[in-house]
């Protein structure tokens, strides 16, 4: 489930699929100013004759740019759907290797920058609403060793076992990651289709694949996950993000690390539970979103206040409390996550969590594995640890700095 990052961004938060707070605030002032100039318009087409009242269709969204400093599949706000894909590249000798993987990345940079920009020549992605797309790229462990890649060594290393895990191989791991992200499943599909052509080109082999969604939310809200609660209510600002989320000064400075978990969840049995039971487990109230010691969604659990009988409002047990940061000298990630259901009895969470260095995400998750309220609920069925590589500007290639 999610670690609990503290306080929530100051940058514009996500209200929704695809909407910041600001955005959302600008857009509101634009709604009332058209609703007006949309009624005038509609009396003057109705006294010419016209098709009186049909308002004016809005301007697209203007599609997410691909090249920057960092990855807009990290940085852009969260759209409601996502592909991840994972490849393994064949064994080969070093120099064979990098090269193999410099032309993939290479060709990973041109479907992808295309495909957000809405230049792709593919006419399924033509002629539509924008397809908003958003994407990363990252390597894994594995290949990084075997090619001796420019990455955050030693912070790049496969996770250790958990207690209670139930790891699937065939849905985790993998040499190459690549994460789309799009206001709906057609782009998603279509870009897949493409993103495998050129791995398959490289020589590269589908791992696994997974799919993910966000339920559609009021505006100023935070999406729920299967359980019924909010999930992702708080996350770094860009000050923390600096300290904990994105590579140090250097090279890998607009890089940063994902942690990825498949965890289902049995939302029957969970929801069997009394709703005091629930918030108990949780340490939120399941309504609106509010910590138990608080009055208010963003409000900052205090993982330290005491009933009268000296037990904590917040429990030991709870995993608010256990994912705190404040048992972690405020060690914080930045989660993205998303529900997935690949059918009855296999749905849940897909983790999705960006750190500078995995071992902040092993440090909670040993705590949740070993007292977390929710552990029976759960179940941990494939991981992948990967380096999202920076971002690349206009004319470069991604990955250009894993070969220096």
Known sequence: MHAETGKAQDRPRTVGPGVDRRALLAGGAALAAGVGAGVGAGLTALARGGDGGRAAAPPPEPSVPFHGERQAGVTAPQQPA???LAFDLPPAATSDGRTALRGLLGELTR??????SGTSADARLQGGEPARLSSLVGVGPGLASRLGLNVPAPVLAELPAFPGDRLDPARGGGDLLVQLCAADRWPLSVVAEQVGAAA????ASVRWTQSGFLPRTAAGTTPRNLFGFKDGTANPDEEAARQWVWGPPGPHRHGTVLVYRRIRMDTAAFGALPADRRDLAMGRREGDGAPLTGSAEHDEPDIYAKNPDGSYLIPAT???????PRLDGGARMLRRGYSYDDGPGDRGLLFCAFVRDPAQFTRVQNRLAARDALNPFLEHTASAVVYVLPGTEEGGVLGAGLFG
């Open 111 to 116: 479907v992808l920058a295309e495909a957000s």
């Open 318 to 324: 709870a995993h608010v409390r256990l994912s705190s």
């Open 200 to 203: 398959g080109a490289a020589g």
């Open 82 to 84: 996502t592909q991840l």
